[in-house]
């Protein structure tokens, strides 16, 4: 399929997709006229990009764990290696590291405005 038909699929942009591409989370061929073709598999894996992208992960990470992840029997689901789920896993232990500072600072804020509020 083409890069337009993969973004109405997927709901990404071409300019997101290419820049998949550039990070090396999605692969292409080139016809002859250069033009990018991919494989039905693409949409899963776009699918799945977005869902790491939404759970935190950067792009570069993306990219680091992407070949990590392994086709099940074939069909659209990916299954992680154990690398993959330590890594999963720091990336939420991180985010959840992240969350309780943000609290802290919360916390501090709504002091400080009461204290203002006298």
Known sequence: M???ELSRR???????LRYYEQKSMLVSERTAGGHREYMEAAVDRVILIQQLLAAGLSGNK???VLPCMRDHDGGPAETATPWLVEQLTAERDRI???I???RRTREIL???IATAAG
């Not at 997927?10 to 997101?16: F, H, I, L, N």
């Open 100 to 102: 309780d500072d943000l």
């Open 10 to 16: 997927t709901g990404v942009s071409v300019r997101s």
């Open 2 to 4: 083409k890069i337009g």
């Open 62 to 64: 993306i990219a680091s």
């Open 110 to 112: 709504d002091e400080v």
């Open 96 to 98: 959840n590291h992240s």
